[in-house]
């Protein structure tokens, strides 16, 4: 591990506690380092490293920036991950003299360790003297340069073709109105052991008045269940899937749109059954809802029918769109960030953003009432607003492209699907979460929640 050798068991302790490491239900038994960089030299000095984290026969790679002080200052003291050797290490986006250094790689152009800090074609980026991380991680960290821009670091290192980067590049060349625009890019240059290159972090105009819809939405829930208006959120679920509709329509406009034949039907609905049977076997409270739901998936492929299939966003949710003074933008299109390369960059059927917005309706709904399942006025209201925000959505996105509800049968099966998926991520990640898809999953099959 070179430069973090010292360090190795203070990481190991450290990289498991952070809310975007995967698979906190495992011990992490192995940690290596595939890449050591130093990007800043002296004190304090900065690393960019990528850890090979090994948990039983699986492996995963993450994304680290680090910082080394002789003295951690009282305001960074949170980030302290170990001291060896007169040395502190300490977790460097919060550091805003090292954070801030990132920006000035990207403006400069800059090739070095074989990372290549890249600013995109006819972008001229301005220094900013101040650096500070956005909010909690989640599965990505981002750090926020004075009021213009902001760098979202992929935690997760996977080689190959980004679709973050990819359709948001396509989707600037469309002339959309509904994203930020792209700025730049850190890229790692091929190992030996690898044939493509790394996209590590993407750089885009920083829109500081936005309000994201996730806050939006539990405000509202709010109102409605001490009894008064959802504060106008159904109207903006109506612009919200006017706003989804367009991305949709600037992706097909610029990468294309495939009809899915039988043979694409099929694997999405044995992808479907794959998955069911994945979580199912890690999670117990799943089992008794296994039947329905399996039945559901199958009448996808007994109906068959014509859909289409496209790039479309493949994660979105209240916390992947902001509300700004020109209406709502949608960001971080990288899709499921546990998915394998291949599914995260297939075209999928564009009701697959329709059914992820429906799910996180419905958490934004359930979260209010977590701690009171006795109370059915309130869970009633919950049950309301989110079914009308359902239906607001859909109605916006009819006013620019076809209906989804025309297509129930596949709509519902996809619903079920990303349920299916949130269950397997709250039982590895959050496990007090876990009663909110498994009661929808309940719900929409019929079967009474013992959640």
């Known amino acids: 591990m070179t430069a973090l050798s010292p360090f190795r068991d203070q990481l190991m302790a450290w990289l498991p506690r952070q809310r975007w490491f995967a698979g906190k239900d495992r011990e992490l038994g192995r940690l290596d380092a595939k890449r050591v960089v130093r990007l ?36 960074l003291a949170h980030t302290r991950i170990g001291e060896a050797a007169g040395w502190v290490c300490y977790e460097a986006t919060h550091d805003a003299e090292l954070s801030g250094r990132l920006l000035e790689l990207i403006a400069r152009d800059t090739r070095v360790g074989g990372m290549h800090f890249a600013p995109e074609r006819d972008v001229r980026l301005e220094a900013e003297p101040y650096a500070r991380p956005l909010g909690t991680d989640q599965s990505n960290t981002s750090v926020v340069f004075g009021q213009r821009y902001i760098l979202k670091l992929f935690r997760r290192v996977v080689a190959g073709p980004n679709p973050d980067l990819e359709l948001h590049r396509a989707l600037w060349s469309a002339g959309s109105r509904r994203i930020a625009r792209p700025l730049g890019a850190v890229i790692m240059t091929p190992s030996r052991s690898q044939r493509e290159p790394t ?23 709010k109102g409605v269940l001490t009894g008064g208006t959802d504060g106008g959120f159904a109207a903006e679920a109506d612009l919200l899937g006017q706003a989804v ?20 039907l099929n694997e999405l609905v044995d992808r479907m059954h794959h998955r069911l049977n994945s979580v199912a076997a890690c999670v117990p409270e799943l089992a008794p809802l296994a039947g329905p739901i399996r039945a559901a998936f199958e009448r996808v492929r007994d109906e068959g029918g014509p859909f289409e299939c496209q790039y479309v966003h493949a994660d979105l949710h209240l916390g992947q769109v902001l509300r700004t ?56 209201r919950a049950l309301a607003w989110s079914e009308r925000s359902r239906r607001a959505f859909c109605d916006g996105y009819a006013k620019v492209g076809p209906d989804p509800r025309e297509q129930a049968t596949l709509l519902r099966a996809l619903e079920l699907d990303k349920a299916v998926y949130e269950v397997g991520y709250e039982h590895g990640n959050r496990p007090d979460w876990l009663p909110v898809p498994l009661a929808f999953i309940a719900r929409i099959c019929g079967i009474r929640s013992e959640s």
């Open 199 to 221: 996209v590590l972090g993407l750089l885009h105009g920083y829109l500081p008045s936005a309000v994201d819809g996730w806050a939006m939405a539990t405000a509202s829930v």
């Open 245 to 264: 509709g367009e991305v949709h329509a600037d992706l097909r406009r610029a990468l294309g749109v495939d009809d899915a034949d039988p043979i694409l």
């Open 40 to 75: 800043v030299d002296g004190e304090p000095t900065l690393v960019h490293a990528v850890l090979s984290a090994g948990q039983g026969e699986d492996r995963a790679d993450y994304q680290v920036l680090l910082g080394l002080r002789r003295m951690l200052p009282k305001h």
């Open 325 to 380: 003074t020109d209406g709502w933008i949608l960001i971080d299109f990288e899709g499921e960030p546990w998915a394998p390369p291949a599914e995260r960059n297939a075209r999928r059927s564009p009701l697959l953003d329709v059914a992820s917005m429906a799910r996180s309706f419905d958490y934004a709904a359930q979260q209010a009432i977590a701690g009171r399942p006795g109370d059915r006025l309130l869970a009633a």
